[in-house]
Every structure is written in C-alpha cells, then in structure tokens.
C-alpha cells in the first residue's frame, strides 16, 4: 500500500506532516515526486508548476518569474521549482491542492516547508526503526526529458542520492517515471542494489509518453498495456502501474465494470501490477459507491473500491489516505 504524496487526505501533499501521516496510518511506502531548483537539488513536488501547491503567489518578490511554459506538450502559468534556488522555495510554504475538498488539509496551509529528498530520506530511514511491518520508499522522476532539456540529469541525480544514503540501499525501493527511456537506463545502473525495483507509470491509452512524444514516436500507453506490450515492459521493469479506470472501468450503471486482461497479461510475464490514485471523497469514487450522503467523505465507499481492485488481482496500489487502504488491506 503505496502512500500517495504521504497522506495528502489529510495533510498538505509532500510536506512532512502529510508522510508523518502516512507512515502513523500504516502505509508501507511514502512517495515523493522528485523535480530540481535552479541548484540542481531534488525536492518534492507533483509538478514542476508549484501554483496550486505553494503560497508563492503570496510573494511579491516572485511575481516577475511568473510565465508560461510548455511541458510535455501541455501549455501551463504559473511559477515553475526550476527557476528558483533551494534557499528561495524554503521561503515557501505548502497548500492543499484541492483546497474546499479537503477542509482538515486546508487547514494546515502556510505551515509547513518544501521539502528535499535528502530530507524525506532522512525521515524514512528514522521512521522505519523499529516498525512491526518495512517502510519503502517510491519516489517518481517527474519530466526526465524535460529537465534534460534544461541541464538536470535526474537520474544520475537520483542514483547520487542512493550512493549518498546507506538506508536507500537496503530499504525497498521503487523508482517509478512514466517515461520508458529513464527506466531502461536506469536497469543496469541500478542492479547491484537488488532492494530497488522499477515501475512503469502508465497515463491515459490514448496518450505517449514524455520520451516518446519529444522524439515524435508514436507509442502509445494503450500499446503499452497490450498483451506485447506487457511484455517489453517486463524487459526492463518489476512493476506495470496504469490508471485505475484502466484496469477496471466505471460501467453505465455506476459499479466498476469487470477487470481488463491487463492485470492477468502483467502476471503473465511476470510483472506485479499497481494502480492509482484511491481518494475517499465521493466525486472520485464509481457512483455506487457514494453511499455517503453529503459528506466529503466515503470512507466505506473507497475501501469497497480497493477491495475490489484487490480482489481482481492488484499487487499495490497508491491511496490519498493510507489509513483506509491499511484497512482495507487487513480486511477491517
């Protein structure tokens, strides 16, 4: 059970509050998202864009560095991690992204710091002594190719941090990108530390990944997920993980429709099969489900859609809310 961004439920995303979370919940990885300053330190963002998650905008000294940039070939404005120093996003504050949907994590706004993964590591390492069950940690190169582009090399970055912190050699260890070309690098520089495994992210069919679209190439994630596909992913990865919906779709009555062959075709050719993002709220959850009534929350609903996606044969799976994923796990 894989901690999404920690326990951003609950917590502002990727702030220590919300791993501290995740960890006291029972989630048996925390997830950073890795992107670079203008340094070249890795911290922990979603995105390169920090508008939603930050209070920058509250900054009159950075009003200058809002632009626009084209990313994967998505147009976006707003403040971007690389066009700031390290000692300049500590002055930052983190929000919650999803604002009047989460009031608890709202309320933590303006409290807690950007993060580095020196820092997460840091804290994992600490919080892993002495637990009943291993703590792992996932972290996710975000937009390889994009930030190759502007000099920073995260997967050297990466494997500098691995060399750099004994814990992460013995630790489980997931690295996950949805671009290909960093993950097939990233095999052979990686497998003398037999504790990390690599997972390909999958993004919706119809689109390509990050990698492929900057070269012009033409595959695309639905081709991935075939059957052949599955099977040159297993070339290079341990882990296949795709969008739920892909997996299992949302039929016209509102239950999740049966599995796709997906999960059986992983397994087939040996890889483990995840999935993401579990979230309680009901708007996120298949219209059977929100048996909730008014509230901001469906505990019951989104434990009833991880237990189906766990009974169709996932191996892992990425929850805003590790305590309901914990629960639903151990059949509470």
């Known amino acids: 059970m894989l901690g999404h961004r920690g326990a951003c439920a609950h917590r502002p995303e990727h702030t220590l509050a919300s791993y501290q979370r995740a960890v006291a919940d029972g989630a048996d990885f925390i997830e950073p998202d890795l992107v670079p300053t203008r340094d070249g330190v890795l911290v922990s963002r979603h995105e390169p864009n920090i508008a939603e998650t930050t209070d920058v905008a ?24 690389e066009d700031f120093t390290l000692a300049e996003l500590k002055t930052l504050r983190a929000k919650e992204r999803l604002g009047a949907l989460r009031p608890e994590s709202m309320a933590f706004d303006g409290q807690f710091p950007v993060l580095t993964f020196d820092e997460i590591v840091a804290f994992a390492a600490k919080a892993a002594q002495g637990r009943r069950r291993p703590l792992g940690i996932i972290p996710e190169i975000k937009h390889s190719t994009y930030f190759h582009s502007l000099g920073h090399d995260m997967e050297a970055k990466l494997i500098a941090a691995i060399r750099a912190h004994p814990w992460l050699q013995q630790a489980p260890v997931i690295v996950q990108s949805f671009e290909v070309e960093n993950l097939k690098r990233l095999r052979p520089a990686l497998a003398r530390w037999r504790n990390i495994a690599l997972m390909q992210l999958a993004d919706e069919p119809d689109k390509r990944p990050g990698d492929v679209l900057a070269a012009g190439g033409a595959l695309t994630y639905a081709q991935m997920l075939s059957a052949p596909g599955l099977a040159e992913v297993a070339l290079y990865a341990d882990w296949i993980a795709p969008w739920s919906r892909t997996l299992m779709a949302v039929a016209p009555d509102g239950r999740l429709a049966p599995p796709q ?19 309680p709220e009901p708007q996120f959850l298949p219209p059977a489900l929100r048996q909730c009534g008014a509230a901001l929350r469906c505990e019951s ?24 994923g914990r629960r639903a796990v151990d059949g509470a």
């Not at 989104?302 to 009974?311: D, F, G, N, Q």
């Open 301 to 324: 609903g989104s434990m009833a859609e991880i237990c189906a996606y766990l009974a169709a044969g996932l191996d892992g799976f990425f929850t805003d809310d590790p305590g309901l």
């Open 261 to 279: 062959p997906i999960i059986a075709d992983a397994h087939r050719v040996g890889l483990l099969v995840g999935a993401y993002t579990f979230r």
């Open 58 to 81: 509250a900054h009159p000294e950075f009003a200058a560095r809002k632009t626009t940039k084209v990313i994967d070939g998505e147009r976006q404005e707003g403040w971007f991690v």
